[in-house]
């Protein structure tokens, strides 16, 4: 674990996939605080990563301007995250379940980016948004199955579309991490190497069966819209539809329910688009 207190830093604990750092409550005590992660506002550089916050009320309080936490755990808290930053964090590949109240509890105008996060089996919300002045983005979760006690009916005030895992609220764009023949989306990080340019390259492989990989880049954030059409010109599939942060993606697409023949993938990010043709060989 890493504390940095220089100058513009507020806290880098950084953990590894195989040494995950864990904060729990001392033995023979109640719940504690949990982590305060409140950056300065000129600060980028803290993270709270491979973290593992349980048996708090609150487990990471998220405050001030854009905290980043990635590949965290946290669970069997009260509330898992709370954001009240106006600057909107960003929550990304982390694990957040049994929560006794709420997973992310959104308020005050926070409008944090979720994405690619496991949320489920949390008592009363998944995502709660308590502000209609702004929307969460809660795109690209995986919420858990069908079975779950918290599965409410469509439209308000608990919405979940695709009645599946836990539930979110009002003014919380919601989309499943798994929608039809998608596998999963991929998305390496690196600081230090981002495209400049919109790319899509070929698919790989090319033939395939009945698995393929389609890779794309993005300079800049934007709304990414990926879809897959048969050779009449029918969509068949759409993998991505939703806001984006800019990287290097990767999409797997299953297309064992369909027959062999040509398709073709077309990419619209921002105002890129490009369409590229794919051959499914059974």
């Known amino acids: 674990m890493t504390l940095n207190r220089k100058a513009k ?19 023979g005590i109640g719940r504690w605080g949990g ?16 973290c593992c916050v349980e048996l708090a009320y609150t487990g990471i309080s998220c405050q001030s301007s854009s905290p980043t ?19 909107g964090s960003l929550i990304d590949s982390c694990r957040i379940s049994n ?27 998944g995502v709660q948004n308590t502000c209609a002045s702004v929307v969460v983005d809660a795109d690209s979760n995986w919420w858990g199955d069908a079975s779950g006690p918290n599965d409410p009916g469509d439209g308000p005030p608990d919405y979940n579309p695709e009645g599946r895992g836990d539930k979110v609220s ?3 764009t919601y989309r499943p991490w798994l929608e039809g023949p ?34 794309y880049s993005l300079p800049r954030n934007c709304w990414v819209r990926l879809e897959i059409y048969n050779i009449l010109g029918q969509k068949v599939a759409t993998l991505v539809d939703g806001k984006q942060r800019t990287g290097y993606k990767t999409v797997r697409w299953d297309a064992g329910s369909l027959s062999s023949g040509i398709y073709f993938y077309r990419l619209q990010a921002g105002d890129f688009v490009q369409i590229k043709k794919m051959v499914l060989i059974k």
């Open 9 to 27: 830093v507020g806290l880098r604990a950084l953990g590894t996939p195989s040494s995950t750092i864990t904060f729990t409550k001392a033995p």
């Open 182 to 215: 998608v596998v999963g989306v991929t998305e390496p990080f690196s600081e230090k190497s981002l495209p400049q340019d919109f790319e899509l390259p070929q698919n790989y492989p090319n033939p395939f069966n009945p698995v393929t990989e389609v890779k």
């Open 35 to 50: 982590i305060q992660f409140n950056p300065q506002s000129d600060d980028t550089a803290s993270i709270l990563n491979y």
């Open 170 to 172: 009002d003014w919380v």
């Open 69 to 87: 936490l990635r590949h965290n755990t946290v669970w069997a808290n009260q509330y898992g995250i709370t954001c009240s930053d106006t600057a």
């Open 99 to 125: 929560n006794s109240n709420t997973g992310v509890l959104c308020q005050n105008m926070s409008a944090p980016l979720i994405q690619r996060c496991d949320i489920y089996d949390n008592s009363s919300y």
